[in-house]
C-alpha cells in the first residue's frame, strides 16, 4: 500500500463521487484484493446510501465496521475522534457525498488523508459539470487517481481529461467502458500540426497545449512551439529564466490559475511581469524543482513583444 504509516497517525481513504458513480462497487472491489488486507480493524464510514449494498460476510472477513452518516455535522473532527475511540480503527475508509462540499470536511490533527480516489460516471458527467462544478472541482483537485467509468459511446474523452486536468493536474485519469480501459486518443485530434517544424499555437488551442505537454511530454521534446503569453517572473528564477503563461479559469470565476512552463530565454533579464510576448522555443523535459521533478522546460529562441490576449484559457 505505498509508503510505510506511522503508528500515532490514523490513514483516511477516500473514495469521493457523486451519487451511482460507482464508489461502492469500487470500495467492494478493494477490500477484496489481497494488497489491501491488513491485520488490524477497519472502520467505513458511509455518508450516502446507493443501490449498492456491502456484503456482511466481506465485511466479517476483512474486520470492517460500517457506520452510515447522514449529514456533515455527523463527520465533525469531534465525531470522527469518537468514533476512533468506540471501533478502534487501524485505517479508515470514507464514501464521500458528492452533494457535500468536501472543502467543508475537517479530520482530527492525528489522521491523515493518505489517498484520494474520485469515481465519476462519464453517462452523466456533462450535467454535473453545467450544474455543480464547484462541488466537482473540491472532490477532483485533491486526488490521486479519477476513474471515469461508463464511456461506453462518448466521443471526445480527450477534452474531458482536458477539464479534469485542469482542476488537478497532478492527477492520473482513466477511462473505462464496459470492456475496460480505453486507450488515450491519438495526436491527430489536437488542434495544431505536431509536425509542422513550428507548431503554431493560436490563442484558443493555448489550454489544450498546456494540459497535453504536461500529461504527453514525450510528444513535444525536441518539437519548436510558437504562442503568446503573460511573462511571469520571480526573484527566485535563475537570471535567464522566467515563465511564460495564461491565466486560466478551473472552476469559476473565483478560481483562477496561472498555467506556464519555465522558459530559459537570454531576453529574460529586459521582460517584465505582466508583459505580452510571443515566445518561440524547443521543448525539453527536464527536472526543475518548482514542478517536484521532471517537467517541461522551454529553451526559447524567440521573444518578441506581443499585443494581450483578452480571452481566460479554455480547455474544450
Known amino acids: ?12 481513504f477516500l473514495i469521493n463521487g457523486f451519487l451511482e458513480a460507482g464508489k461502492t462497487e469500487f470500495l467492494t472491489f ?20 446507493g443501490e449498492e449494498e456491502y456484503d456482511e460476510e466481506l465485511l466479517a472477513d476483512t474486520r470492517t465496521s460500517v457506520v452510515y452518516v447522514d449529514s456533515m455535522k455527523d463527520i465533525s473532527p469531534e465525531r470522527l475522534t469518537e468514533l476512533e475511540l468506540l471501533y478502534q480503527p487501524e485505517r479508515v475508509l470514507i464514501e464521500w457525498n458528492g452533494m457535500w462540499n468536501q472543502d467543508e470536511f475537517r479530520i482530527p490533527a492525528d489522521w491523515t488523508i493518505y489517498q484520494q480516489i474520485t469515481i465519476i460516471d462519464m453517462s452523466t458527467f456533462d450535467l ?6 464547484s462541488l466537482l472541482n473540491a472532490m477532483v483537485k485533491g486526488s490521486e487517481l479519477i476513474i471515469c467509468n461508463r464511456c461506453d459511446g462518448i466521443e471526445d474523452l480527450e477534452r474531458y481529461k482536458r477539464m479534469l486536468m485542469s482542476m488537478n493536474t497532478k492527477c492520473e485519469i482513466v477511462f473505462e467502458d464496459e470492456n475496460g480501459e480505453i486507450d488515450e486518443i491519438s495526436e491527430e485530434d489536437l488542434p495544431y500540426d505536431l509536425s509542422a517544424e513550428v507548431v503554431k499555437i493560436d490563442k484558443d488551442a493555448y489550454g489544450i497545449w498546456y494540459i497535453d505537454c504536461m500529461d504527453k511530454p514525450e510528444r513535444y521534446v525536441g518539437k519548436t512551439v510558437e504562442f503568446t503569453a503573460m511573462v ?3 526573484p527566485e528564477f535563475p537570471k535567464n529564466y522566467f515563465v511564460p503563461g495564461r491565466m486560466a479559469m478551473t472552476c469559476c470565476a473565483d478560481d483562477m ?10 531576453e529574460a533579464r529586459h521582460l517584465e511581469t505582466r508583459q505580452w510576448v510571443t515566445v518561440r522555443a524547443k521543448v525539453a523535459v527536464e527536472y526543475w524543482k518548482d514542478y517536484g521533478g521532471e517537467g517541461p522546460v522551454l529553451y526559447a529562441e524567440e521573444v518578441v513583444p506581443a499585443e494581450p490576449i483578452e480571452e481566460v484559457v479554455q480547455f474544450g
Open 128 to 133: 454535473y459539470v453545467k450544474n455543480m462544478k
Open 30 to 49: 478493494t477490500m477484496e484484493q489481497p494488497y489491501f488486507q491488513t491485520e488490524g480493524k477497519t472502520l467505513l464510514i458511509v455518508c450516502e446510501e
Open 1 to 12: 500500500m505505498g509508503p510505510m504509516i506511522d503508528d500515532d497517525i490514523t490513514p483516511v
Open 232 to 234: 511571469l517572473k520571480s
Open 257 to 266: 490559475t496561472f498555467l506556464g512552463y519555465v522558459c530559459k530565454s537570454r
